[in-house]
């Protein structure tokens, strides 16, 4: 990334690969469990973004959202009453396994 290219050592030539308009995208959860840190060399290449985790109640408020859209949004293979009235149960059971 520092030299605008790499050095394609798969070939007897060695030649250089430049790369040309490229733009590098990375994402990453925190260090831990298996996930190390970044050095400061590495991540000056990049503009960092944090984004705070949600509450389990937005996330709740969010995906029952989704799951209605869902239910309406089905017109050839409606889902029965009684599934749309499990939309909170599903949506938090899964944030509880996800936590």
Known sequence: MDYGGWYDID????DFRATVKV???AA?????????SITNRY????NVIYI????????????CNVMEWL???NQKFP????????KENIVNS????YN
Do not use: C, V, W
């Open 52 to 63: 705070e985790p949600y509450s389990d109640n937005s996330l709740s408020s969010i995906f």
């Open 94 to 97: 899964t944030i509880q396994i």
């Open 71 to 73: 239910y309406r949004s």
């Open 23 to 25: 733009s590098f995208t």
């Open 11 to 14: 070939t007897p030539e060695r």
């Open 79 to 86: 889902f029965s009453a009684g599934i749309e009235k499990m």
């Open 43 to 46: 991540i000056r290449h990049f």
């Open 28 to 36: 990453m959860g925190p260090p831990g469990g298996g996930r190390n």
